[in-house]
């Protein structure tokens, strides 16, 4: 398998919100990115207790499966400060320490008012140490071939935005569908071994919403599985060891740890 680079790496600061693009991050051995899906929206509901976190389905909070409209905003979050700041056609709408209940609530009038009736409920900014808002419970850290993407474009045949797939790692420099070859071997970047490929991702409907304009125009699990046979575009790859990942890093396949069989039907 040849080589590959990584693109671009994003993050999820908050769950259902606009993305964080970085040039490079620290990983951890058995973790998500640092401050990925760290928060969550709670839609009408008081059902999470950080004291005593556990997973719940993604259903529960905002999301664009279900609430399109969020994608027409675009958000900063600052790691060190936790200051979130949400903009609307450029022009910052809201901003909140979501570190601090007075900043969770500026955040949440905010959601409120601009979800409306869309919303079940007052909206409620949750988080809690050392635990993830991901779409399912593991820890982590998706990766997209664009090439697959790319595939997916000439099948429908228009401009198809890699960030509908919501991916922290994106690479290019393979073969389409390619990746998936790799179920249960490792991965190495810059010639160290940081992940193990853990599952592939089956898609749902969120990934028909356009990440920049929130209309759903397009049916990518539908193509997926009539054109492709399944609904699968992505990995789900498992922290093995600490280290840091960049763009335009190398990525590979390790030749010690080929390719075994891994768990299919696991949602994004």
Not at 57 to 62: D, N, Q, V
Request: charged share 20%; glycine share 8%.
């Amino acid at each position: 398998m040849q080589h590959a680079t990584i693109s671009a790496i994003y993050r999820y600061p908050v769950k259902g919100l606009s993305p964080e693009p970085l040039d490079t991050i620290e990983i951890k051995a058995g973790q998500m990115l640092p401050f990925d899906r760290a928060f969550a929206v709670e839609n009408g509901s008081r059902d999470f207790d950080p004291i005593n976190p556990r997973y719940f389905p993604k259903a529960k909070f905002l999301q664009l499966m279900t609430h399109e409209q969020l994608a027409a905003l675009e958000t900063h979050f600052e790691s060190d400060t936790q200051q979130l700041k949400i903009l609307r056609g450029g022009k910052q709408v809201a901003a909140g320490n979501l570190s601090l209940p007075i900043g969770r609530q500026l955040v949440e009038q905010f959601l409120s008012a601009y979800l409306g009736s869309a919303a079940r409920g007052a909206p409620r900014i949750v988080c809690a140490d050392n635990h993830h808002f991901a779409d399912v419970p593991d820890s982590f850290i998706s990766l997209i071939n664009l090439a697959s993407v790319k595939d997916i474009e000439r099948v429908i045949g228009q401009p198809v935005d890699p960030l509908r797939f919501r991916g922290n790692i994106y690479v290019e420099g393979w073969e389409p569908w390619q990746e998936l070859e790799l179920l249960g071997s490792r991965l190495k970047i810059n010639d160290k071994s940081l992940f193990t490929v853990s599952a592939p991702i089956d898609r749902c409907a969120a990934t028909n919403v356009d990440p920049n304009t929130g209309t759903r125009n397009l049916q990518i699990p539908r193509t997926l599985a009539e054109v492709f046979s399944h609904e699968t575009c992505g990995l789900y790859l498992t922290a093995i060891a600490d280290g840091d990942i960049s763009v335009k890093a190398a990525i590979s396949a390790d030749p010690t740890h080929p390719a075994g069989s891994a768990n299919r039907g696991l949602g994004i």
